[in-house]
Nanobody, 126 residues
């Protein structure tokens, strides 16, 4: 069992930067691939970024590639999403998720993730 708690969401102006953090409980954090997803009002939850168990492999949605960076610290049980050059269309509730799968490529579908946080709100003003 893994419990995930996101933090760092807030209101930011377009073009700005924001760092989201996800803290995980448990001693087996490195056994999970980690992902970030987001959901805007009236839209489906969409994949943002994922990172492999040891952090050697990352994968990004086309919409954030080159602007967002996912990283993890297995010693601290945390995963971070650094978001730069933010756009109003990045506004959403951002979720951290953990997947038991050890696959290549990394999982991008919500159904392939086993544990979820409660989300942190990111609002980008124009």
């Amino acid at each position: 069992q893994v419990q995930l708690v996101e933090s760092g969401g807030r209101l930011v102006q377009a073009g700005g930067s924001l760092s989201l953090s996800c803290a995980a409980s448990g001693r087996t954090f490195s056994a999970y691939a980690m992902g970030w997803f987001r959901q805007a009002p009236g839209k489906e939850r969409e994949f943002v970024a994922a990172i492999s168990r040891l952090g050697y492999t990352t994968y990004y949605a086309d919409s954030v590639k080159g602007r967002f960076t996912i990283s993890r610290d297995n010693a601290k049980n945390t995963v971070t999403l650094q978001m730069n050059s933010l756009k109003p269309e990045d506004t959403a509730l951002y979720y951290c998720a953990a997947s038991k799968e050890n696959t290549s490529p990394l999982p991008t579908m919500p159904g392939r993730y086993d544990y979820w946080g409660q989300g942190t709100q990111v609002t980008v003003s124009s």
